[in-house]
């Protein structure tokens, strides 16, 4: 279980990173169109979005698709805060209230039992095993 939310921190964290990426695109569409702060922010982006990528590839190996696709959602719980910390823009009941479904959701997904990345891997071998002795067998 400690296993699992340490996992579960760390996608999290990804998606923080990722979040991130909107906080730069808001700082890029205030600058004039290809001014050198634009590329230069333009570029920040562009990093930003590698950095999250090569993360990204990384933990879907330890998670199920549907998993981690679900906990991507908490980008608006991420935006949210960033919209307050670093914009003060305002925050309303429906915006509070769609952020706790969103959360609400994650929790609900996160706390299903599901296979570990050794187990699935270990499916899809027996998997591909039996087709392949089905075809030779054929």
Not at 3 to 16: D, R, T
Not at 26 to 47: A, D, I, Q
Not at 73 to 91: D, Q, R
Not at 96 to 119: F, P, R, Y
Request: charged content about 15%; some cysteine; proline content about 1%.
């Amino acid at each position: 279980m400690n296993n699992k939310i340490i996992q579960i921190l760390i996608l999290q964290f990804a998606v923080m990173i990722y979040s991130i990426n909107t906080v730069v695109a808001k700082f890029v569409s205030n600058e004039e169109f290809l001014s050198p702060k634009f590329l230069m922010l333009y570029f920040l982006e562009f990093c930003v979005l590698g950095v999250y990528a090569i993360f990204w590839q990384q933990l879907i190996k330890r998670f199920e698709l549907s998993i981690a696709y679900a906990n991507k959602a908490m980008t608006l719980l991420w935006s949210l805060l960033w919209s307050i910390v670093i914009f003060h823009e305002g925050v309303t009941l429906p915006k509070i209230a769609g952020v706790i479904l969103v959360i609400i959701g994650t929790i609900v997904i996160n706390g299903g039992e599901s296979k570990d990345s050794t187990e699935s891997s270990a499916d899809t071998e027996a998997i591909q095993t039996e087709a392949a002795a089905d075809k030779e067998a054929k």
